[in-house]
C-alpha cells in the first residue's frame, strides 16, 4: 500500500522501494532556458533508481519528471522513469563523462502506457521469488559468487541477473539451466559490494537509509588510512558497513582532517628533558594542541603544536629543555559560581558537587555499618 504525499511529497513512491532512493528535483524546471531549443537528451531511471541512463527524446515528446516512458534496448524494449529534463542533464552528462554526440545513446520510443505499467508490476512481482530459485540453482552448482538482485527488461523478454564474485566464474551452464528455469533471454552483469548494497538499500548504523541507494552514485576507494588520520579506532565491526567493506562515509571529512595535519609537526611521539623522556598520548588537531605524559609519573603537559615543533628541533641539536612546564598551556582558573553553573544538573537541576557529597556519606555509613555487624556480641 502506497503512503500518502504529505510528509515526503513523492505521490505514494514509498511503495517502490525507498522515498530516497536516487531521487532527483530539477530546480530549473519552471525556469525558461533559452540555449536550451535544440538540446533533446533525457535522463532514465531504472527500478527505482537503482540505475540511470541518458537516452534522446527525437520525437520531441512533452515529458516531465515522474513521466513514464518506453525506451530502446539492445533487443525489444524497455519501461523507465523520466528523473531530470532539461539544464540539469546537461550537467549530469558532464559529471559523468558522457558526449551529446555519443553513439551509444539509444532513442525514447514513446510514453507509457497502462498496459505497459500493468506489465512491469507483474514482472516486478516475479523478481523475489526469482531470485531465490536462482541462488538454489547457483549453489547447486557450487560457484563461488552471490546472486544480488534481479532484474526484468520492460517487455519481460529478457533479465539480468546482478551478481558478486572474488574471482573469474564459468556460468556457461549456470545460464543454461537459469534460461531453462525462467523461459527468458539471461544475461550476468558483475557489480561491487558497495553496488550490490545500493541496489538492495536498507538502514546504516547512522539511522538513515544507506548513501549508496540514496544520493552517492561514484565510489571511491576506502582504506584504513582514513580512520587513523580521523583518530578512529580500528574497529572492522563498526567501520564496515553492510556491504562488508569500510563505509564511504570515513572519507567524507577526510578533507578536513588533512588540511588539519597540516599545522602538527611530523614525529612528535616523543620530547626529550631533564627530567626524562615525555611521550605523546593525545593529539586534538583542531584546537593544534598535544598532550605528553613524563615517563614512569603522573605528569601530564598540554603543548601547542608550534612549542612541540620548537622542543622538536632542540632536541636534533642536542639541547634538553628543563622541564615542559615552562611550555605547558595553563587554563584559566573558574571561579566558584561558573563551577556550580558548569556542574548543575540539567534534569534535576542538583549540582554534581551535592551528589559527590550524598555518594561520600553514604558510603562512610555503610562502612560504618560493616564494621558494627563483624563485631561479635560479648554472649558469642
Do not use: H
Not at 558478486?164 to 523461459?183: P, S
Not at 605547558?328 to 561558573?338: A, R, V
Amino acid at each position: 500500500m502506497a503512503c500518502s504525499t504529505a510528509g515526503c511529497g513523492s505521490s505514494g513512491g514509498c511503495s517502490s522501494g525507498g522515498c530516497n532512493k536516487m531521487n532527483t528535483f530539477d530546480w530549473f524546471a519552471d525556469i525558461p532556458l533559452s540555449d536550451n531549443y535544440n538540446f533533446n537528451l533525457v535522463e532514465i531511471s531504472f527500478k527505482n533508481g537503482s540505475r540511470k541512463a541518458f537516452y534522446r527524446n527525437d520525437k520531441k515528446l512533452d515529458l516531465f519528471r515522474g513521466d513514464f516512458v518506453i525506451v530502446d534496448a539492445s533487443q525489444g524494449y524497455d519501461l523507465g522513469e523520466v528523473a531530470l529534463t532539461g539544464e540539469l542533464v546537461k550537467i549530469q552528462m558532464k559529471k559523468k563523462d558522457v558526449k551529446e554526440t555519443a553513439d551509444n545513446i539509444r532513442n525514447i520510443l514513446r510514453k507509457a502506457t497502462e498496459e505497459d505499467a500493468e506489465l512491469m508490476r507483474e514482472l516486478r512481482s516475479k523478481e523475489k521469488q526469482m531470485l531465490v530459485k536462482a541462488r538454489v540453482i547457483a549453489r547447486s552448482l557450487e560457484l563461488d559468487m552471490k546472486i544480488g538482485d534481479i532484474e526484468y527488461q520492460g517487455d519481460g523478454k529478457k533479465a539480468t541477473f546482478f551478481y558478486t564474485a572474488e574471482n573469474r566464474i564459468d556460468f556457461r551452464e549456470l545460464v543454461k539451466q537459469y534460461a531453462g528455469a525462467f523461459k527468458v533471454k539471461i544475461e550476468m552483469r558483475q557489480i561491487g559490494a558497495r553496488q550490490e548494497a545500493g541496489r538492495i538499500g536498507g538502514m546504516g548504523s547512522c539511522g538513515r537509509e544507506l548513501c549508496c541507494s540514496t544520493w552517492l552514485s561514484d565510489f571511491e576507494s576506502v582504506s584504513t588510512g582514513a580512520a587513523r588520520y580521523q583518530q578512529l579506532s580500528i574497529n572492522t565491526d563498526k567501520l564496515s558497513g553492510q556491504c562488508g567493506r569500510l563505509k564511504c562515509c570515513l572519507n567524507y571529512e577526510l578533507d578536513t582532517y588533512m588540511d588539519a595535519l597540516k599545522g602538527i609537526p611530523k614525529n612528535p611521539d616523543k620530547i626529550k628533558t631533564k627530567e626524562g623522556t615525555a611521550y605523546l598520548r593525545k593529539t586534538d588537531i583542531f584546537k593544534r594542541e598535544l598532550t605528553y605524559n613524563l615517563d614512569r609519573s603522573n605528569k601530564y603537559f598540554k603543548l601547542s603544536a608550534e612549542d612541540v615543533a620548537t622542543l622538536i628541533q632542540m632536541n636534533k641539536k642536542g639541547d634538553l629543555p628543563n622541564s615542559l612546564q615552562d611550555f605547558s598551556i595553563i587554563d584559566e582558573p573558574k571561579t566558584k559560581e561558573l563551577d556550580d553553573a558548569y556542574n548543575e544538573d540539567l534534569v534535576g537541576s542538583v549540582s554534581l558537587q551535592t551528589l559527590e557529597k550524598k555518594s561520600k556519606k553514604k558510603k562512610r555509613k555503610n562502612k560504618n555499618y560493616r564494621k558494627n555487624r563483624n563485631k561479635k556480641k560479648p554472649d558469642q
